[in-house]
């Protein structure tokens, strides 16, 4: 995946606040009932416990807005299991939205935001890895 495709958006930029943060992405590659794998990066956490069967909304490209979400707190990630459960061709975006996550307690730019799709038993098909990175940038002061 091209990082000029993916994007990672906070609905809030103040530090340790709450917000709820919207992943886009195009996807290269295609398969029924791929799973997408989100790992956040280090500075973005969940609270404890994490509320996963609301916490994840499908936006666009994806089979229903109610999706079945994973968090693995040891990782930072987010497997959503079902998003594409019942298409037959490649959307030409995917937008999902994580709810109730934590910004970082301080102003940073964060680590890459990883995005990647498996198949429906676990193999890769696409990856955009942290280089170059999706990030969030909380040095800047609003208006940016």
């Given at each position: 995946?091209?990082?000029?495709?993916?994007?990672?958006?906070?609905?809030?930029?103040?530090?340790?606040?709450?917000?709820?943060?919207?992943?886009?992405?195009?996807?290269?590659?295609?398969?029924?009932?791929?799973?997408?794998?989100?790992?956040?990066?280090?500075?973005?956490?969940?609270?404890?416990?994490?509320?996963?069967?609301?916490?994840?909304?499908?936006?666009?490209?994806?089979?229903?807005?109610?999706?079945?979400?994973?968090?693995?707190p040891n990782t930072n990630t987010i497997l959503v299991t079902n998003g594409l459960a019942s298409s037959v061709s490649r959307p030409d975006s995917i937008e999902m939205?994580?709810?109730?996550?934590?910004?970082?307690?301080?102003?940073?730019?964060?680590?890459?935001?990883?995005?990647?799709?498996?198949?429906?038993?676990?193999?890769?098909?696409?990856?955009?890895?942290?280089?170059?990175?999706?990030?969030?940038?909380?040095?800047?002061?609003?208006?940016?």
């Amino acid at each position: 995946m091209n990082s000029a495709l993916a994007a990672a958006v906070p609905s809030f930029m103040e530090k340790g606040a709450p917000a709820n943060y919207t992943v886009a992405f195009v996807p290269l590659n295609f398969e029924t009932n791929m799973k997408i794998l989100i790992t956040f990066p280090p500075e973005i956490s969940f609270p404890k416990p994490w509320d996963a069967a609301n916490g994840c909304q499908g936006l666009r490209g994806l089979s229903q807005p109610e999706l079945a979400c994973i968090l693995n707190p040891n990782t930072n990630t987010i497997l959503v299991t079902n998003g594409l459960a019942s298409s037959v061709s490649r959307p030409d975006s995917i937008e999902m939205q994580f709810l109730d996550v934590r910004n970082p307690t301080e102003n940073v730019k964060t680590a890459g935001f990883q995005i990647e799709t498996l198949t429906s038993d676990g193999y890769a098909i696409d990856v955009l890895a942290p280089n170059p990175p999706v990030f969030v940038n909380f040095y800047c002061t609003f208006p940016c």
